[in-house]
């Protein structure tokens, strides 16, 4: 590898990053910055230069997929399988593998199922979800069952049951799992962190992970933190990835301080800013950065790097099953013959609302997938797989070897023949890419664990590889919290109302915070085409609620409207607003004007006459906005209302017409924008 070649193609910022010689160093990566790629080439760089032996490497991510594509790309720059990348509850549970194999210690059962564990130990009026959703924050935060309901108080949390009632299930779960001996995922990482007390354990696992690399960074909780602080000890030899303003699971547990404050937490370490954005059109990144811009972001805003693109559209339905059907459409119009489905992706805030969006697209003919359904694990051919695995009397490689060799002759037989699709060539198609991935991670752990028994990957897969699916040619339905870390060309962003986006139990300004980055996010997956909607009515169960339009479709609005009055608006501003003028007069005739003339100084395009409205267009757009707290131009631009000045409506049916004024804008500021103009236009 040569060192100078993994330079060619970074920008200033990003050729800082690979080849600082800060440590620890933190390097903050704002969506589509090429984070990835700059993380990949930073450990190529140091192996490349002799500064870093890449059997020592140790690089955590968040993913599964995530730590294969950061596997696939170290690879592609010639490093093989010596690097060893996963995420931290698999890493640390392939240390206490080897660990209890060298103490011939039986290993304790891995608990899967929490919810239905915990089910048995509830009371009957309490849904096990959510006192399982209230033990994993807890666990993450490093807490107890016997301080869970003071700790809970000073978090300003709100749990779906009353906290007593969850303290007391947690301590009954945590006694259960003593009795039965078995632990959770969580334990893994609090089960490593005890084994790093005992020196020798510690001096062990130090001496084999030497540079430590960590992706997403401000998605770390305090127990994976201690772990990371375990295996790090007191070496400097630490690079953490991370934006701050994709920090979007606080309500789990994750604590971005460890990211904004990282100085802090490791006095005397660098950091570099990567602010370039590669992935989205400068239109859509207009967007992101008007929707952030509120939350006063500690970063610098993205600069687009891709070539113009379309304005983000809103549209508005009467209902949410329109909605859903008029989504459909859209997908179905912006597939072109030749591109793919899986371009496409429709993004809604909650799991509850997949659902709708994906009849939809059933009925439709279109094909989808809902991410988070069928999982790897619960394929047929997988299961199958898995027992042959198992009664394979030879090594672990062996048995690896033998099973990639199964696939090139043809699938495995299958207990579950009813299950076989009518398409039996995509059926085969399907059924070897999930055991070519079997395959795949069969490699990966044996990277991380120097025991590999196909029991142990078995029971790491069941830890790490949750419900991902297999690739195939469809479209995409899934959450916003989901959709963090993936891109499509086309991204459709539905049920943006108030009560969804931002979420109705978002209360507090950390929440609310919270919740506008979950927006940037969903919005900065989008490469070329953002489509926006809402509907006015929604039903819930047997309710249909009346719906207001999101909030942050205002900054949507105006980021919109201002790409279009740069890229497409009338060169010559006079001339446009005399035809407007003349246009409505047809419709709409006025009085005579009194021919009372504004102040000097009317902004280009503007005749004299006309300055007075747009001066109290002005006072009036500077009030709205210091009472929203957001900048003027998220209201109207000055452009926009140079246009309202000129044309002097009188409904909301000519306000539509003038550009930068969208449905979201007349519903929120028409009768308003209005009723001013109607006051200074005599």
Known sequence: ???????????????????????????????????????????????????????????????????????????????????????????????????????????????????????????????????????????????????????????????????????????????????????????????????????????????????????????????????????????????????????????????????????????????VELSENYRSSPQILAVANAVLSPSRPKSSPLRANRPEGPAPTIVKYANDDSEAKGIARAVRDAHSPGSRWSSQAVLVRTNAQTALVGEALRSAGIPHRVRGGTGLLEQAEVRTALANLRRHPGTYTAAIADLAASIGDGEPATDDEAEVPTDQSDAVAERRASLEMLVRLAHDYERIDPIPSVSSFAGWLSATVGSDSPDRDAVDVTTFHAAKGLEWPIVHLGGLEHGLVPIGHAKTAGALAEERRLFYVAVTRAEQRLRCTWAETRTFGQRTMNREASPYLEQVEAAASMAVLAGEGPSDWKAFLRHEREKLATTDPRSPRTGRRGRRGAPAGLDPDDTEIFEALKRWRATKAKAAGVPAYVVFSDATLVAVAGARPSNRSQLRSLPGIGPVKIERHGDELLAVVAEHAS
């Open 1 to 271: 590898m040569d060192p100078d070649r993994l330079l060619d193609d970074l920008n200033d910022a990003q050729r800082a990053a690979v080849t600082s010689t800060a440590a620890p160093l933190c390097i903050i990566a704002g969506a589509g910055s090429g984070k990835t790629r700059v993380l990949t080439r930073r450990i190529g760089h140091r192996v490349a230069t002799g500064d870093a032996d890449p059997r020592h490497v140790l690089a955590l991510t968040f993913t599964r997929k995530a730590a294969g594509e950061l596997g696939k790309r170290l690879r592609a720059l010639g490093m093989r399988d010596t690097v060893a990348a996963g995420t931290f509850h698999s890493v640390a549970y392939a240390q206490l593998r080897a660990r209890w194999t060298e103490r011939d210690v039986r290993p304790p059962e891995l608990l899967d199922r929490k919810v239905r564990f915990v089910a048995g130990l509830v009371p009957r009026d309490v849904k096990a979800v959510d006192v399982v959703g209230e033990i994993e924050w807890a666990t993450a935060r490093r807490i107890g069952p016997g301080t869970y309901v003071h700790e809970a108080s000073l978090a300003n949390r709100t749990p779906p049951v009353p906290a007593k009632v969850v303290a007391s299930v947690f301590e009954r779960y945590e006694e259960a799992k003593r009795q039965r001996r078995m632990i959770d995922f969580d334990d893994l990482l609090r089960l490593c962190i005890r084994d790093l007390a005992d020196p020798e354990v510690a001096a062990a696992q130090r001496w084999r992970f030497r540079h430590l690399f960590v992706d997403e960074f401000q998605d770390v909780n305090p127990l994976q933190f201690d772990l990371l602080k375990g295996w790090l000890g007191d070496r400097p030899d630490l690079c953490v990835v991370g934006d701050p303003n994709q920090a979007i699971y606080a309500w789990n547990g994750a604590d971005a301080g460890y990211l904004t404050d990282f100085e802090r937490w490791f006095p005397g370490s660098g950091q």
